[in-house]
């Protein structure tokens, strides 16, 4: 069994920010949080919380309503149901279903994207770098994510065509055309987020607030661009805080991805000069006015700041459905948090579509899995 991940590591859009120069440098830049609404709840969650790999989230959460009515303990779709967090950053959440799953078992490979497909109606499935490099082949490929199957990859990277839908061209599977047309009728909404580094001087009246999650209610976000800020505590006294932008502040800024992220390498043309430099300003200043109340004459120029944009940071509903997920005919499977059901566009429905996957994997190939 094999991994291909683009990151340089494991966690995607709940995954964390790390330095190689900066060991205790973590920054939850995607999902600070996993919420369980749904009962029963995902049979993974006990063996990683048992695992230390999640805990609890105790921390305070409030909602900003209009331009500066504090809420707190008013909770949202991303607040709602039973609270978990990563022990030392979100990506431990992947890293414990890695170990749960018998890391030795999988082949890892980070940083390489698959660019990709290739199969036949007998033969196996096989993964592609950008240079055409074989990565590797397989009898059964599990999709994850969408890229490699919607649309904006067209649009976003300046494809000929979607990958998957090329594949499958060839291999006359109704199932599988049935999941492309309904995959191309996903609509994501983006984020672009602001993190910041503060020093332990500067650190104590970041936890001095009466919250360390902060989201926007409609008018909030409409008045600041922002939908959520976070205040991540670092081991040695430092903190991270990381401003979320609301869906039509990262739309009206796509083209800034990130200078330091992954998608950054991919793209066919590199962003205009002093974008990201903008983007990061217009989002600290909206920091800085929306927290004026709590947090007078605050400096944050003197903040290490990144930026990091979602492109599809939330798929939106209803996603694909569950029935379609598995497509024997093609040995294909598709999990992620765009599969229709309870959690969907979360964390939770990222699990629960794995888990159900899984099963139905378990029963078609279980010398694959094993
Ligand atoms: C800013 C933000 C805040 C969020 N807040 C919350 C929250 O509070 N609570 C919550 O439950 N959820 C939240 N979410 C959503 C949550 O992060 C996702 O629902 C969840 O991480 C989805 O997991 P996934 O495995 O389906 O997809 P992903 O995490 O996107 O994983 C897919 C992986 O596939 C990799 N990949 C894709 N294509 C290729 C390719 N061609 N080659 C190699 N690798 C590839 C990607 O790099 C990625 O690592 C948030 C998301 C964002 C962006």
Not at 35 to 61: C, K, Q, R, Y
Not at 346 to 359: Q, Y
Request: proline letters at 6%; a negative charge; hydrophobic letters at 45%.
């Amino acid at each position: 069994m094999s991994l291909w991940e683009t990151g340089r590591g494991a966690g995607g859009r709940a995954g964390s920010r790390r330095t190689r120069s900066d060991g205790l440098l973590v920054i939850d830049h995607g999902a600070p949080l996993l919420n369980i609404t749904a009962s029963p709840s995902p049979a993974l969650l006990d063996p990683l919380l048992e695992g230390g790999w999640l805990s609890p989230w105790s921390a305070p959460v409030a909602m900003l309503e209009g331009e500066s009515r504090l809420n707190i303990g008013r909770a949202d779709a991303l607040g709602m149901g039973r609270l978990f967090r990563g022990n030392d950053g979100m990506d431990q959440l992947s890293q414990g279903l890695l170990h749960l799953a018998g890391d030795a078992r999988i082949e890892q490979h980070y940083g390489t994207f698959v660019r990709s497909l290739e199969r036949s109606p007998e033969g196996p499935w096989r993964l592609l770098a950008a240079d055409g490099t074989l990565l590797t082949e397989a009898d059964w490929l599990v999709l994850t994510g969408t890229l490699l199957a919607h649309p904006r990859s067209q649009l976003l990277l300046g494809w000929q065509e979607v990958p998957l839908a090329r594949v499958a061209a060839g291999l006359a599977d109704l199932q599988l055309d049935h999941v492309l047309a309904c995959l191309a009728g996903i609509r994501f909404e983006a984020r672009t987020n602001l993190m910041m580094v503060f020093e332990p001087h500067q650190a104590d009246i970041w936890r001095a607030l009466p919250f360390a999650l902060v989201n926007f209610d409609a008018s909030a976000q409409q008045r600041w661009g922002l939908r959520r800020l976070t205040i991540q505590s670092l081991a040695d006294g430092r903190c991270s805080v990381v401003a979320h932008s609301s869906a039509a502040f990262a739309a009206d800024h796509l083209d800034v991805v990130g200078s330091r992220s992954a998608a950054a390498r991919l793209l066919p043309h590199p962003p205009e000069e002093g974008r990201e430099e903008q983007v990061i300003a217009a989002l600290r200043e909206a920091v800085r006015q929306c927290l004026a109340p709590w947090l007078a004459d605050l400096d944050l120029q003197a903040a290490s700041s990144q930026l990091m944009r979602w492109g599809a940071a939330f798929p939106l509903a209803p996603g694909l459905p569950s029935e379609l997920m598995f497509c024997p005919q093609s040995r294909l499977g598709l999990c992620g948090d765009f599969i229709a059901g309870p959690g969907f566009g979360r964390i939770e429905g990222a699990l629960r579509s794995a888990e159900l996957l899984a099963e139905q994997l378990w029963q078609a190939a279980p010398k694959s899995l094993a």
